[in-house]
């Protein structure tokens, strides 16, 4: 029961966390669309940081963090 108890909240945990790092590479990519580079920087710099340490907790592979980033990092350099 109690270890039942413990992988419900580490699943929990995950899903919020999961949750957090969808919404921030949503963010970029509206930033993105509103053609402001500054503020689209502004907001990878952010998302940078919260792929970082969601993938620090195991959330999602390093890879998978550092393709997300680059992906968006590129994007925001593509913009005129």
Known sequence: VVA???SEGMLRRARKR???LRTAIKSV???IEG???KVALDTLHQAT???DSISD???VHKNTASRNKSRLAAAVKAMS
């Open 4 to 6: 039942l108890d413990f």
């Open 18 to 20: 999961r949750s957090r």
């Open 29 to 31: 990519r509206k930033a």
């Open 35 to 37: 053609g402001d580079k």
């Open 49 to 51: 940081s919260v792929i």
């Open 57 to 59: 907790k195991k959330v």
